[in-house]
């Protein structure tokens, strides 16, 4: 209830990409529902999730040079004014979401310049006077687990009428003209819509051109209507993949009309990237194509129905590999059309937010 909450005004960090952003969307709304304001600061990578967060009032931009595979150089004129406009602010408490392996001691350097009283981060490095609250990541836990057990140690907890999944504000807006035939409109969504999205931004973690242009086909053979996504500079990959087979998206869709598009569709087809994530926001099942460059248990799309697919045994496990070191991309070189065929089959007739419990949810198909 909002006249029982505490008058704070809270500054929440994550200078990642769009899908690390939504990842933290659960943890936000936890701080939200126990302060009185929330303020998002995000980098570039990560603006048109933030816009989408249910429970920010207010979004900041700065591009760290210590966090992306293309950081920015160091610019005095920069942090300056952002360490001046967390001043204007007043922030009384500053929560640093980082991912495992990424400190958060610089932005708690720049929160305590700008005279944050109370500073929260995880943090495995010696933070001296940076952090009040220097806490240890516990094992095991999904990237959205670790983002809600940090707000906890802020003093924050999700309402009881909070499921706790990722999701996003809305409404949200038309898909494009491009894909109605697939979707429906006027709200007649027909659900005969299976979207491919084969880029990633890291990429180790998509699939070869020449494979996700394979499983489009197949996907088209089966009966879908197949849709395949991608950015504006995923044009011509996306236009490839799709070939006379499939609808392509590619550059015609921003992020809330990408959200419209996968909500519509009975499955999306996706990389570890984010939107495996916001399809995970929208409800939709996820054939996830998961390359092991990073732990599986931490980035699944959370809380709805998935399959993972490809060898989470491979070679690079764990390396965090932006490029595939092996020849043939084996990890997910291995899938075939015909697994994702299957896996798309099976995830098609389950319900929306299917197997999602109050812990992370087990995703059939997966190894216990």
Not at 189 to 218: K, M, N
Not at 314 to 319: E, F, M, Q
Request: charged content about 20%.
């Amino acid at each position: 209830m909002t006249d029982l909450k505490r008058p704070v005004r809270v500054l929440a960090v994550r200078l990642d990409s769009d899908g690390d952003v939504l990842l933290t969307g659960p943890a936000v709304r936890a701080l939200a529902a126990t302060y009185d304001q929330v303020d998002l600061l995000v980098s570039a990578s990560g603006l048109q999730a933030a816009d989408l967060l249910p429970g920010v009032t207010e979004v900041l931009r700065f591009d760290a040079p210590w966090s992306g595979s293309r950081p920015p150089r160091v610019s005095a004129e920069a942090v300056l004014d952002l360490v001046a406009g967390l001043v204007a602010r007043r922030y009384q408490l500053a929560v640093i979401f980082t991912s495992f392996h990424q400190s958060p001691l610089p932005m708690a350097l720049l929160a305590r310049l700008a005279g944050v009283r109370h500073i929260v981060a995880a943090s495995e490095d010696y933070p001296g006077s940076l952090l009040d609250v220097r806490h240890s990541r516990p094992p095991g836990l999904h990237e959205v687990e670790a983002g809600l057990d940090l707000a906890e140690q802020a003093g924050a907890r999700l309402p009881l009428d909070d499921d706790g999944l990722l999701s996003v504000r809305r409404p949200l807006p038309a898909v494009p003209p491009r894909a109605e035939h697939a979707v429906g409109v006027g709200g007649a969504w027909r659900q005969r819509s299976v979207v491919v999205h084969p880029g990633a931004s890291v990429p180790a973690r998509a699939p070869l051109p020449e494979d996700a242009r394979a499983i489009a086909a197949r996907l088209a053979r089966d009966g879908w209507d197949v849709l395949v996504t991608g950015s504006v500079a995923e044009r011509e990959l996306t236009a490839y993949v799709a070939g006379g087979h499939a609808t392509d998206l590619g550059g015609l869709t921003d992020m809330a009309q990408l959200a419209a598009v996968l909500e519509a569709a009975a499955c999306v087809v996706v990389g570890n990237t984010g939107p495996a994530h916001l399809a995970a926001a929208v409800g939709t099942p996820v054939a996830s194509l998961f390359a092991p460059v990073v732990p599986a248990e931490r980035w699944v799309p959370y809380g709805v129905p998935r399959l993972v697919l490809g060898d989470q045994g491979a070679a690079c496990r764990g390396t965090r590999a932006r490029t595939c070191p092996l020849p043939g991309h084996p990890c997910l070189g291995s899938v075939t059309p015909d697994q994702v065929s299957e896996a798309v089959a099976r995830l098609a007739h389950l319900p929306p937010r299917a197997m999602a419990g109050a812990g992370w949810p087990r995703a059939e198909g997966w190894p216990s």
